[in-house]
Structure formats: C-alpha cells, structure tokens
C-alpha cells in the first residue's frame, strides 16, 4: 500500500498547477478548467483520508463536491455565453466593468 | 520498490504532465482533452484507495458530462485561441512565484507531518467504497444534504436557463 504522503503531494502539485493557471490564463474558459482541476486535486486528498481513516465520510463528501462543480460548471459556462454575447470576447481583462 | 509504488509513480507522471499540458496549451480546445486525461487519471487513482464508485462517478461526470459541456461552449463561441495578450507584464513571473511559494508552504507541511499522518494497516471492512455502502451513508447520515443538493441542481438549471435566454423578442 503506498503511504498517504505520496497521494498528497500529488494533490498539492494538482492543486498548485491549478492556481498557476487561475493566475496566469487569460481566457476565462481555462480559468474554469483550472478551478475544476484545484477540486479534483481536493476529491483525490478527501479520497486517501478516506481509504487510510477506512471511514466512508471523505468519499461522501468527494460525491457531494462533484455536485456542486457540476452546477458551478452550469452557471459559470452560462455566465460566460452571456459575456460573450454583450462583449464579442471571453478575456478575463475585457470583464472590467459592471454595466452589460 | 513495490508494484503499487510504481504504478502510483508512472500515473502520478501522467496526471502531473496532462494537468502542465492544460495549463501551457494555446489551443483551449487541446487544454480540454488534457483535462479529461487528467481526470480519467485521477479515476485510476480513487481505484487504487478502494473507491470503486467515487472513481465510476469521476468519469461519467467530470470526464463525461463537465468536459462535454465544456469542448461544447468552446466550439460554440469559437474561443480556441481567445485570451493570449497579456495586459499586465509583470503578472506572470509574480504568478509563477507566488505557485512556487505556495508549492514549496504546503511540501514542508507536508514534509515536517509526514509522521502525523495515519497509518492504518489492518484490512478494510468488506465492501468498502462499494455503490451499496455509498447509499447506506448517504441516504442514513447525510440525508438533509443530499436533499439539499437536489435543490442546488435545480437552481443552477433554472440559474442556467435564465442566463442564456435571449431577451431581444
């Protein structure tokens, strides 16, 4: 069985890649892949606590997770049409400002 | 060095260069299909920690149905190669920084606990991770939640509809 350590360090890599991206991509459609990749790297660390507790409770909570980013997804990929309907354009820098 | 080491080692690999190949990318549409990679990865991994219906879950939802929904709005708004100028030059070096800060904080942590951790070595209960035992827990202790979440999903489909109605008629 390979120690826990080895599974969160590679959930801190996934994680860490994740934010770069958030930080450093322009386009707001990779900007919602990189959120998407910083939870599942959450899912795989709920995942390992689950199997070395041997309790069902991270498992449950990963299930729950993948619901939300499912919605989160819905919303966010509607919002995201809407902005490219009123502004021609999906580059996070072209968001700034409130009036549509 | 054991087989599960190795396994675990080569898929790590794998995981690590398809979420970099996500992330360096120009094409958004290539960006997706390393995303799906990764979290098909990812399902190998919940298989290996004994989650056989967290990793069946991981692939019809995230690989399946997010990442369909995402190469579906890409192609629709034609933003493959949207977002490459960067107005602020001096934000990606402070963001490549700031990551390893961030890498190198919680790979301490993680390496000052590494004795912390729980090691638990006797076998798992039968049937661990199974469907059956994922519907024991979820419909006995976390009812009220998994209610809630069906009225998050229906708010983010009617969330969904509302948004992308088009007004002008």
Not at chain 1, 25 to 38: Q, T, Y
Not at chain 2, 15 to 38: H, K, Q
Not at chain 2, 80 to 91: H, K, L, T, V
Not at chain 2, 143 to 159: C, K, R
């Amino acid at each position: 069985m390979v120690s826990i350590n080895y599974y969160l360090g590679l959930a801190i890599i996934l994680f860490t890649i994740g934010a770069l991206g958030v930080l450093i991509r322009r386009n707001a459609i990779i900007v919602f892949m990189s959120v998407e990749l910083m939870l599942n790297a959450a899912n795989l660390a709920f995942v390992a606590f689950a199997r070395y507790w041997q309790s069902m409770n991270g498992q449950i909570f990963v299930f729950f997770i993948m619901t939300v980013a499912a919605a989160e997804v819905a919303i966010g990929l509607a919002l995201i049409v809407t902005i490219f309907r009123s502004k021609a354009s999906i580059d996070v820098d072209q968001m700034n400002s409130l009036k549509g | 060095m054991s087989l599960q080491l190795f396994l675990f080692l080569v898929l790590a690999l794998v995981a690590i260069t398809s979420a970099l190949g996500m992330l360096i990318n120009r094409n958004a549409i290539y960006s997706a299909l390393f995303l799906v990679l990764n979290f098909a990865t990812v399902a190998v991994f919940f298989l290996l920690l004994n989650a056989p219906f967290i990793a069946v879950a991981q692939v019809s939802v995230y690989a399946g149905a997010i990442m369909v929904l995402f190469l579906f709005v890409i192609m629709l708004l034609g933003a493959e190669r949207a977002g490459q100028i960067q107005s602020i030059p001096w934000q990606r070096p402070l963001a490549i920084a700031l990551a390893l800060v961030l890498l190198l904080e919680a790979g301490f942590i993680l390496y000052s606990q590494r004795g912390v951790a729980p090691m638990v070595t006797g076998t798992l209960p039968p049937g661990f991770g199974s469907p059956a035992q994922v519907g024991k827990v979820l419909f006995s202790t976390y009812l009220l939640p998994f209610e809630v979440t069906s009225v998050l999903l229906l708010v983010a489909m009617i969330g969904a509809i509302v948004l992308t109605k088009n007004e002008k008629k």
